[in-house]
């Protein structure tokens, strides 16, 4: 199984700073068909995970421009251009190239300062 | 925009059984999973099916004590738990294939 590594653990952020998430595959991630399926979610106190980015750097819709996510291989981030309240919860990344199982990363727990 | 509605959970003995059901409008289209989360822990996947039901999978932890199944004339997704254990305790999420929307949940406590 693929293990997914993720640092920090926990991040506590300055409002309208950037924040900066890193995500490690234990294999490259890349599929044969040349895309990888890596992707980040966020859980806000409460509710369900929400999909932010799929593979790689595509944000969904509805998204905030201020999330972007790049990276290849084996070495993944998450950028938060400047942080905002809302932002606050778990970030998650989590691989499906090599599957069964998908697998996810341990969580990022981002507060404001 | 996809909805998906969850139903079932609660509080059940360890050796017992339970069933999770989800509603899925513009179900047929989807291959779904559930993902679950332990209490203060994170995302662990569960299970998968195809659109059709003729592929499943499962994760070692779950194997050969969890069916998914689907109904497609119900838009209905299901998980049939047996053999819980205390370890089965989570928040189950019914997930769409390509993770872009989300359940609201449903908690399974195994507990005697």
């Known amino acids: 199984d693929v293990v997914m590594t993720q640092s920090p653990l926990s991040l506590s952020v300055t409002l309208g700073q950037p924040a900066s998430i890193s995500c490690r595959s234990s294999?490259?991630?890349?599929?044969?068909?040349?895309?990888?399926?890596l992707h980040w979610f966020q859980q806000r106190p409460g509710q369900s995970p929400r999909r932010l980015i799929y593979k790689v750097s595509n944000r969904d819709s509805g998204v905030p421009d201020r999330f972007s996510g790049s990276g290849s291989g084996t070495d993944f981030t998450l950028n938060i251009s400047r942080v905002e309240a809302e932002d606050v919860g778990v970030y998650y990344c989590?691989?499906?190239?090599?599957?069964?199982?998908?697998?996810f990363g341990q969580g990022t727990k981002v507060e404001i300062k | 925009e996809v909805q998906l509605v969850q139903s079932g959970g609660g509080l059940i003995q360890p050796g017992g059984s339970l069933r999770l059901s989800c509603v899925v409008s513009g179900f047929t289209n989807y291959e779904m999973n559930w993902v679950r989360q332990a209490p203060g822990k994170g995302l662990e996947w569960v299970s998968y099916i195809s659109t059709s039901g003729d592929a499943m999978y499962y994760a070692d932890s779950v194997k050969g004590r969890f069916t998914i199944s689907r109904d497609n004339a119900k838009n209905s997704l299901y998980l049939q738990m047996n053999s819980l254990r205390a370890e089965d305790t989570a928040i189950y999420y019914c997930v769409t294939g390509t993770h872009d929307s989300w359940g609201q949940g449903t908690l399974v406590t195994v507990s005697s």
């Open positions: 989590m691989q499906d190239t090599h599957w069964p199982p998908e697998t």
């Open positions: 294999q490259s991630l890349v599929s044969s068909d040349g895309d990888s399926y």
